[in-house]
Nanobody
Framework: QVQLAESGGGLVQPGGSLRLSCEVS????????VGWYRQTPEKQREVLAR????????YADSVQGRFTISRDNAAENTVLLQMNNLKPEDTAVYYC???????WGQGTQVTVST
């Protein structure tokens, strides 16, 4: 059974940083690209960053230059999302997803506020 578990969310002030982790189990992780998405009650789920099998990355314009997706070199089945210079509009529930699959995590809340 494929499971994805996000962690690392929380409350941070504008301009601050957070690092989200997505631990994947029940599947050969190296066969999949991975994406990070976010959703608010007012918006549909949007893609933020994707890491493809060939190592390429892509980012939404809204996070380009602030967010970085990567595999965790210290943990084989974990993907990270480093988020810097956070803004109030980054407040959302963040999800990871195996590209091309139906597998999603349960989400982790990120709140950017004073």
């Amino acid at each position: 059974q494929v499971q994805l578990a996000e962690s690392g969310g929380g409350l941070v002030q504008p301009g601050g940083s957070l690092r989200l982790s997505c631990e994947v189990s029940g599947i050969t992780f190296s066969r999949y690209g991975v994406g990070w998405y976010r959703q608010t009650p007012e918006k549909q789920r949007e893609v933020l960053a994707r890491l493809f099998l060939d190592g390429r990355t892509s980012y939404a314009d809204s996070v380009q230059g602030r967010f970085t997706i990567s595999r965790d070199n210290a943990a084989e089945n974990t993907v990270l999302l480093q988020m810097n210079n956070l803004k109030p509009e980054d407040t959302a529930v963040y999800y990871c997803h195996l590209l091309g699959s139906l597998s999603w995590g349960q989400g982790t809340q990120v709140t950017v506020s004073t």
